[in-house]
């Protein structure tokens, strides 16, 4: 009963940061699912000694605790599906240090991705990791996730920028995993366990995060193509020249035009997709390469390429690939997003398996992503209020996630599972491995108190449809 906890809570936290009233507690009841579940109470604390005394109060008293960042997530992973308290680390957003001679950094979890990224940049560093949500979403909701971008294809995803974390586990305890070094093999890898946990074996309080070397030069291209055909096969084209472009992005004709009414910025609505491409490195090469790329999409039936000659015309390229998720919404008032990942070789045939499982089913559906890793975001508009649409796209998911197992892929290539892919989770992993999964759960959480209801559970609240 958290009721009961709210008093000692407000003395742990201070008053001013337990919020109680409906109204506060709506904003904290949905993410970027569209799904809605109204938690009892949401507390934000400032350090891992404050969560640690929370933790004991939910074991004690047997409340759910939610763990929260930015609330962009796919997957309801932060909505508090069994009710209880919703934990928000956006307050605890300091970049503790940033230490260029040892290409490291250290922050809490509510730094904003997109803010660090500009920090480590002004000193001439880099990180990667570049979820399309990166002005908003936090570096502790990304590493819960394992979030990936579309730098991955180049430089991998979040896991491949964490060395250690401090956590404190659902019993209250608090540890520290990892290294402070670019290497360290001592035991088991608990860091990569919890990154990519989604919030259910421990609250991330601190990340030693790896950093690069900021690149000297990056270039980034629009290629425009008639034919969707044309456009998946340059993709395998440009990794087969043994090119591995910073990004390789994939926007199919549906989410152009929809960005077009959005933005309004002259994209070629015509093309049935585009290819927008960046490179970056050391300056000679990336000129090289960028020459070399242009000719591959040119001899694969690219119309015409824009290169961008400026930060300004960069970013416009930029701006039109960010605004795809929130401009699909004038297609239909609902959208089911999916994040499939196949091997790259398959993009074109996922492509037309996406599309068929789209005709078949009646449904609009929309395809773009960083098919330079494999990794497509299908997303199918429906009006989830049609009852007859909902129940025909619920079979199309399934029809989506075994097409790109069958092609060796996986259902989820960064969004993670959270609710809303629990149902299907098995399909890949089969029993056994799920079983594991859940007797970990179940060490580092003996009473599940902390995020219970995502993964393992498949029941009604796993439906978005
Ligand atoms: C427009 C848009 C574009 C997006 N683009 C991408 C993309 O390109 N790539 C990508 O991977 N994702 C993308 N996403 C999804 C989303 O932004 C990412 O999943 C992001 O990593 C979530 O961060 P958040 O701070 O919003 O976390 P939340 O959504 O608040 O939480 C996500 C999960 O992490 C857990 N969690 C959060 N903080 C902690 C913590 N400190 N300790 C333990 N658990 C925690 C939560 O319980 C939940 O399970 C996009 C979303 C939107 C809306």
């Known amino acids: 009963m958290l009721k009961k906890s709210l008093n000692e809570i407000a003395n742990i936290v201070g008053k001013d940061n337990l919020l109680t009233t409906k109204e506060e507690l709506t904003c904290y009841s949905y993410d970027a699912t569209n799904l809605k579940f109204l938690p009892e109470a949401v507390v934000s604390p400032h350090n891992p000694q404050q969560i640690s005394q929370i933790l004991l109060l939910a074991n004690q008293h047997r409340f759910?605790?939610?763990?929260?960042?930015?609330?962009?997530?796919?997957?309801?992973?932060?909505?508090?599906?069994?009710?209880?308290?919703?934990?928000s680390l956006t307050k605890m957003n300091r970049i503790i240090k940033i230490e260029p001679e040892n290409l490291t950094a250290v922050v809490e979890p509510g730094v904003v991705t997109g803010n660090f990224q500009q920090e480590v940049e002004r000193l001439g560093l880099f990180y990667p990791p570049?979820?399309?949500?990166?002005?908003?979403?936090?570096?502790?909701?990304?590493?819960?996730?394992?979030?990936?971008?579309?730098?991955?294809?180049?430089?991998?995803?979040?896991?491949?920028?964490?060395?250690?974390?401090?956590?404190?586990?659902?019993?209250?305890?608090?540890?520290?995993?990892?290294?402070?070094?670019?290497?360290?093999?001592?035991?088991?890898?608990?860091?990569?366990l919890l990154v990519g946990s989604e919030g259910t074996l421990g609250i991330i309080t601190k990340i030693i995060l790896k950093l690069l070397p900021l690149p000297e030069a990056k270039k980034t291209m629009l290629a425009i193509f008639p034919k969707i055909d044309d456009a998946t096969l340059t993709v395998s084209s440009i990794i087969s020249a043994r090119i591995i472009p910073a990004t390789l992005e994939f926007i199919d004709q549906a989410a152009i035009r929809c960005v077009e009414n959005y933005l309004n910025m002259s994209l070629p609505t015509q093309a049935e997709a585009l290819l927008l491409i960046e490179v970056d490195g050391d300056r000679d090469i990336v000129e090289k390469q960028i020459e070399i790329i242009k000719d591959i999409c040119s001899k694969n039936g690219a119309s015409e390429v824009k290169i961008a000659h400026n930060e300004k015309e960069e970013e416009k390229l930029w701006k039109a690939r960010r605004s795809i998720s929130p401009a699909l919404l004038s297609l239909n008032p609902h959208k089911i997003n999916e994040d499939i990942n196949v091997p790259i070789k398959h993009i074109p045939e996922i492509i037309r398996r996406l599309n068929k499982i789209a005709q078949k089913y009646q449904l609009i559906n929309v395809n773009f992503g960083h098919a330079g890793d494999g990794n497509i975001h299908t997303n199918l508009m429906i009006n989830k209020d049609d009852p007859d649409e909902a129940s025909r796209a619920r079979k199309a998911v399934k029809e989506i996630f075994q097409a790109a197992l069958k092609l060796g892929g996986t259902i989820s290539g960064e969004h993670g599972i959270g609710i809303s892919k629990a149902p299907y989770l098995e399909m890949e992993i089969g029993k056994k491995n799920r079983a594991l999964m859940e007797g970990v759960k179940s060490l580092f959480d003996p009473n599940n108190i902390l995020n219970p209801g995502k993964l393992f559970l498949n029941n009604e609240h796993t439906q978005r449809t």
Do not use: Q, W
């Open 64 to 87: 759910p605790v939610v763990p929260r960042g930015s609330g962009s997530g796919f997957v309801g992973g932060s909505l508090p599906v069994e009710g209880g308290l919703v934990l």
């Open 130 to 192: 570049d979820p399309a949500s990166l002005k908003f979403s936090t570096i502790g909701g990304n590493v819960a996730v394992c979030a990936g971008g579309p730098r991955c294809v180049k430089y991998g995803v979040t896991k491949n920028y964490v060395l250690g974390l401090e956590v404190v586990l659902p019993t209250g305890e608090i540890i520290n995993t990892g290294v402070h070094t670019l290497k360290g093999v001592a035991g088991y890898d608990l860091t990569s």
